[in-house]
């Protein structure tokens, strides 16, 4: 009894130990990108705020939260890598360079597939741009395909960055963000996902805490 004992501590501290690690290589990921690029980092919690809320609506397990939120937290860490001058232009990116940004979510899966963690992170991250569809990047990837999670960060994505200034343009508007993808539910964004998020924004009154009204 004592042994077993002793064996379950072993376990559960070794199974902490391991959650530590993984909690501590994600922070330092996301402190690295707020020295780089506040906005990108700006960016990336307010994503997480919403994707994790979106989720929980969905009714989501509490560890697939747990590994959204660490997903959405780092999801641009590709951008690492994208020559800085190219995301901070100021104005309409050209075909180049626009598809020199394309690159970030392939970068990102790259930077993340070495390393270990309980959830499917790397995999979330990578597919952040896909879409049900195919039209998305890096892989085409195609409904089912793509991870639940993934679906849910693909529309905080979409409305965290039509409602907020962007180096390229100002910001579209939550009203424009919120037609977006009503408009595209089912063809390019995940029905639950996007109802949830409608409903988010249009009965719970959810707020990004700095976010810019603007029509």
């Known amino acids: 009894m004592t042994l077993n004992i002793t064996l379950n501590d072993r376990t559960k501290n070794s199974a902490l130990q391991r959650q530590k690690v993984m909690d501590d290589s994600i922070k330092i990921m996301a402190a690295l990108i707020e020295k780089r690029d506040p906005y990108t980092s700006r960016h990336q919690i307010r994503v997480a705020k919403l994707a994790c809320t979106i989720a929980s609506e969905m009714h989501f397990t509490q560890d697939q939260i747990l590994g959204l939120n660490l ?6 860490i590709g951008k690492m890598l994208i020559p800085f001058e190219i995301l901070s232009k100021p104005g309409k990116l050209n075909c180049m360079e626009y598809n020199i940004i394309k690159e970030h979510p392939g970068i990102a899966g790259d930077i993340l597939a070495n390393m270990e963690y309980h959830w499917p992170i790397s995999h979330i991250v990578y597919q952040h741009h896909e879409r049900l569809d195919g039209s998305g990047y890096p892989a085409g990837l195609k409904g089912e395909v793509i991870l639940p999670e993934a679906k849910v960060l ?3 994505d979409v409305i965290e960055a039509m409602a907020f200034d962007r180096p390229y343009r100002p910001a579209l508007g939550m009203a424009t ?3 977006e993808i009503t408009q595209r539910r089912g063809m390019l964004y995940d029905v639950e996902a996007v109802d949830a998020c409608l409903k988010l924004f249009n009965e719970k009154g959810f707020k990004f805490e700095e976010c810019n009204q603007g029509q």
């Open 71 to 76: 997903a959405s937290g780092i999801h641009d």
């Open 154 to 156: 693909a529309v905080a």
């Open 177 to 179: 963000a919120l037609d």
